[in-house]
């Protein structure tokens, strides 16, 4: 059978060959005949050649323009494709087990966001890279350890939630909080809103606190499966063993989301100053606890699986003997005669004593005239005219009258501090202004939903702490309760 190629060949033979081939006379050498077949046979293959590498141009001409038409569409659909992606109720193997999505939230208390930019923080660095790291987080005011805790994992503001101090007054109850005395302060008459392991525990999904300011109050009944109650002995290596414990039980009895608090850093910051070397000593030991946990979940093939999220409550500032604000010298004998209660430190609450509630408007018109002079180192407000921004006005918890100090001031009598000679302690103090630049608090975090939501090494524009909850609840596909994030958990980047 006679090919195409073979056709086309025969038909491309000099007339002269032809004869030949037909046994008809002729004077052409048998020589000549010869390369004429090889002149063409060389022709065939040029031909041949060329048609292949026309169809090779073509091809890599189609596959080039359906790769930049697969491109353009996919980069202008990735945003929704990353989204649809994430299944917060799928299953990951790491190889030997299943898990279902599991997040590790961990706090470092007193961690001023600045502190990442200094080098001395390598596992929280590492974290960044392989997700995301907010420009800054603002806590919710004031600026203070446990109201900012129970923000972060309710979604409320402290004016919403209750919370609304370290120590206060609640004049319905006719009690104080002070969360230095457990027996009080872990009543559930003090704590609103629900926290992110009530709201999982409600939802079939099982929960684990480490020392998580209010994780000792129960909720009708409802507790976190396993719980660390506060210490001050244990420190964060054994915390993130304790993490790592959790993450090697059965699947069934397993952990989806672990609160760790971490007391560290602010701990240092008060007694040194937030920026003294011991201070950074004891952050860069915190860092190499992270590392720890970082090092766990890679040995057990968890490092693309496991969530982690690493937050502070707040920042903190120094403070200093020529930054003491006597109120004393503000006020008259009569004034200070009518204050019962002064709370909420570094700001300056102010209570008068039952029975002398008209005494309100002296106290607030004498510290109002003074924050107007020249060189005053502070604000002041009735409770109910607190600027919208603070969400610090509608609960009787909140003091009738408040003086914000400016960062790093404070508020203090003669009696209090009246010695030049010695250095005013703390030297570092954290509670003013939730939106100064020292306020701001720390946001890390990695995993794969912060892989598909927002990508790797995103930076994320700030936002408030009331926004983290709702990112939880989309982490764990929770349903969550009712808080005042306004960005329903999408968190969103710079770029």
């Not at 319905?172 to 609103?192: C, E, H, I, R």
Request: net charge negative; proline share 6%; aromatic share 10%.
């Amino acid at each position: 059978m006679t090919t195409h190629s073979e056709a086309s060949a025969e038909n491309n033979i000099p007339r002269e060959s032809s004869r030949l081939l037909d046994n008809e006379p002729s004077s052409t050498s048998y020589a000549a005949v010869e390369n004429g077949g090889q002149e063409e046979e060389q022709r065939s293959g040029e031909q041949r050649s060329s048609k292949a590498r026309r169809i090779t141009i073509i091809v890599l001409a189609v596959v080039l323009s359906t790769t930049v038409l697969a491109t353009a569409w996919f980069a202008s659909h990735y945003s929704s494709l990353r989204k649809r992606s994430y299944r917060p109720y799928g299953i990951l193997n790491n190889g030997t087990h299943d898990f279902r999505q599991t997040l590790i939230m961990i706090s470092l208390d007193g961690t001023v966001n600045d502190y990442l930019d200094r080098g001395i923080t390598p596992n929280l660095d590492a974290i960044a890279a392989d997700g995301v790291r907010a420009q800054y987080m603002n806590p919710s005011f004031p600026s203070v350890t446990f109201p900012n805790h129970w923000s972060l994992v309710t979604g409320l503001y402290p004016e919403t939630h209750g919370i609304v101090g370290n120590v206060f007054y609640d004049p319905v109850l006719n009690q104080t909080f002070n969360y230095k005395s457990a027996a009080g302060s872990w009543s559930p008459k003090w704590w609103g809103g629900e926290p992110i392991w009530v709201t999982s525990e409600l939802q079939n999904v099982t929960s684990a606190v480490i020392m998580w300011p209010g994780c000792s109050t129960s909720f009708n009944g409802v507790r976190p499966t396993y719980e660390v109650p506060f210490d001050d002995v244990t420190n964060s290596d054994k915390k993130m063993d304790q993490v790592l414990q959790w993450l090697d039980l059965p699947l069934e009895d397993r952990p989806q989301i672990i609160n760790a608090y971490i007391q560290t850093v602010d701990q240092h910051g008060h007694k040194y100053g937030p920026y003294d070397n011991l201070t950074l000593n004891a952050l860069h030991s915190v860092d190499g606890s992270l590392g720890r946990l970082l090092d766990g979940l890679k040995k057990r093939h968890l490092s693309d699986i496991v969530h982690i999220m690493v937050v502070s409550d707040h920042g903190m500032s120094e403070s200093s003997n020529d930054k003491l604000i006597y109120y004393d010298d503000i006020l008259d004998e009569t004034a200070l005669g009518n204050i019962w209660k002064s709370e909420g430190w570094p700001l300056l609450g102010i209570r008068p004593y039952p029975g002398r509630e008209d005494a309100v408007d002296d106290i607030y018109q004498q510290l109002y005239e003074h924050s107007l002079l020249p060189g005053a180192k502070y604000e002041v407000f009735r409770r109910e005219n607190m600027p919208p921004k603070y969400h610090f006005s509608h609960t009787q918890r909140v003091p009738p009258v408040v003086a914000i100090p400016f960062e790093g001031w404070n508020f203090v009598t003669h009696k209090q501090f009246n010695d030049p000679t010695k250095v005013y302690q703390p030297r570092g103090v954290h509670g003013y202004d939730n939106f100064a630049r020292q306020s701001r608090a720390i946001f890390v975090a990695k995993g794969p939903f912060f892989d598909w939501d927002l990508g790797r090494g995103q930076r994320l524009k700030p936002f408030v702490n009331v926004e983290v909850y709702n990112v939880l609840s989309r982490i764990l596909g929770l349903q969550p309760a009712e808080n005042n994030g306004t960005l329903a958990g999408f968190l969103q980047s710079l770029d």
